[in-house]
């Protein structure tokens, strides 16, 4: 049974890598599992077919056989608990790198979200002017001991892991704002993971999507 997961039909960004398909697609390239993919339209994300697959009516969904699962912590950290490559076999080793996990995406993402928000849909308020440099040091807040944790080590635990991946996931959204290069460690730490050739097949695939006519 092939694994098959959803991405946008045409992504905002412009396949420039922000959605989170990417993150599952990476995932999947790290531990060589093939998959294919569905493209959804804005529309159809919110009908009851979709609905019924992610109850936000949002991407991305993974289905392999019976299960389909939404959340990319749980899908990415579904896809490491089945294979090798994403998680270490020594049991605290792998439980802090599932640590890491969860600290990109409860501790970490919020406030990039926020930022998001702030800019693309409350661009227009009269306070948002106000409110940006709060947010920006939001971000600040956990960018700076994220820095000094990481250290001049390559990644957070030892080797690459499940919890580098959803971090630098997290991260690279945070480049426009030019905010990671106040950090010239956490930008390295991302260019590391984007350079790992499952990133850049994982990229590449969501780009073509992206980028193709019509
Ligand atoms: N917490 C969810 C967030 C999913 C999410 O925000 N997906 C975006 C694309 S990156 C989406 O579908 N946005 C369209 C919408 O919410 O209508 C996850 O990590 O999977």
Request: zero cysteines; proline letters at 6%.
């Amino acid at each position: 049974m092939t694994v098959t997961i959803t991405a946008f039909e045409r992504s905002p960004d412009g396949g420039r890598g922000l959605a989170r398909d990417t993150r599952v697609r990476w995932a999947l390239e790290e531990v060589g599992q093939p998959y294919a993919v569905r493209l959804v339209s804005f529309t159809a994300m919110k009908e009851p077919a979709h609905l019924a697959l992610h109850p936000f009516g949002q991407i991305p969904t993974y289905e392999d056989g019976d299960l389909a699962l939404f959340e990319t912590g749980s899908i990415v950290f579904h896809i490491a608990e089945r294979h090798a490559g994403l998680l270490p076999q020594d049991a605290n080793a792998r439980a802090r790198a599932i640590t890491w996990m969860f600290a990109a995406l409860s501790t970490v993402e919020p406030p990039i979200l926020d930022l998001v928000t702030a800019r693309i849909v409350e661009g227009d308020k009269p306070w948002t002017q106000e409110r940006l440099p709060l947010v920006r040091d939001r971000i600040r807040g956990r960018l700076r001991p994220l820095s000094t944790r990481l250290g001049d080590a390559d990644w957070l635990d030892g080797g690459f892991s499940a919890g580098d991946l959803m971090m630098v996931s997290v991260l690279l959204r945070l480049r426009i704002s030019g905010l990671l290069d106040e950090f010239p460690d956490l930008a390295a730490y991302v260019a590391r993971g984007e350079a790992r050739p499952a990133y850049k097949r994982a990229f590449d695939a969501q780009w073509a999507v992206n980028t193709r006519a019509g």
